[in-house]
């Protein structure tokens, strides 16, 4: 097994190999209006620094949100191509369980990343595997009260949501943490199956999560000027 896991649903531009037991390489830039320019690089240079290929990599693994909607497209948009051209299946983790997984966390939490508009995607967690509700958005004076917050999000809005529940866990979904949540469930029997039913806890297709209606709209039309 090799699996090439990245994530652009947050700023964190992040991609990792993992071979089904370690994390072999890992490369993470933060940056939130580049994700088309430096994905490509950022694959590049985990594949250079594992002395690997892409002929070598065996599943492709891409965060699945939620996220705005350019950068999230990016990231998706890349498994799906590099997975049909490889020959390789492509699956999708929702970005907020790659967070929770990177927390190590085992006490019940909340993860928050950025939603834009005053907003933050969220989820609620019993431990690092295991997702009780959500994906969700909503204000940040909205979410649950007096569970631990772990995430960019939470950070952001800590006058918000109160200092003292934001925990010291990884504010981003490092690539790292992405791969070896999937590897954990790519040697199960049948996942493929379970993946295309809409049924697997963890893995799904590589679709985005958006629970919003894009910033950008189509333009409605002009209004008709009376004589």
Same mark, same amino acid.
């Given at each position: 097994? +090799? =699996?090439?896991?990245?994530? !652009? ?5 992040? *991609?990792? %190999?993992? #071979?089904?037991?370690? $994390?072999? /390489? ?12 430096? +994905? =490509?690089?950022?694959?590049? !240079? ?5 002395? *690997?290929? %892409?002929? #070598?990599?065996?599943? $492709?693994? /891409? ?12 990231? +998706? ?151």
């Amino acid at each position: 097994m +090799l =699996v090439l896991a990245f994530d !652009t649903a947050t700023p964190a531009v992040t *991609a990792a %190999l993992h #071979d089904g037991e370690r $994390v072999l /390489a890992e490369s993470t830039t933060i940056d939130a209006r580049r994700h088309g320019e430096l +994905l =490509v690089p950022t694959i590049e !240079t985990v594949l250079r620094e594992a002395g *690997a290929s %892409l002929r #070598d990599v065996t599943v $492709v693994v /891409a965060g699945s949100g939620p996220g705005p909607y350019t950068g999230l497209r990016v990231g +998706l948009m890349t498994a799906q191509a590099l997975a049909t051209s490889l020959g390789v299946p492509a699956y999708g983790v929702c970005t907020l369980d790659a967070v929770a997984y990177g927390s190590g966390l085992t006490e019940p939490f909340l993860v928050a990343t950025d939603a834009r508009r005053k907003e933050v995607f969220w989820g609620h967690y019993q431990d690092l595997r295991t997702r009780l509700s959500g994906p969700a958005v909503d204000r940040p004076q909205e979410l649950p009260g007096e569970i631990p917050l772990v995430g960019a999000g939470a950070r952001m809005y800590a006058e918000t949501v109160g200092a003292s529940r934001l925990l010291d866990a990884p504010d981003y979904p490092f690539a790292g943490a992405l791969a070896a949540l999937a590897a954990e469930q790519l040697g199960e029997r049948d996942v493929r199956e379970v993946v295309e039913s809409g049924t697997h806890p963890v893995l799904s297709l590589p679709l985005p999560i958006y629970l919003r209606r894009p910033d950008a709209r189509v333009p409605s039309a002009p209004k008709k000027v009376s004589s």
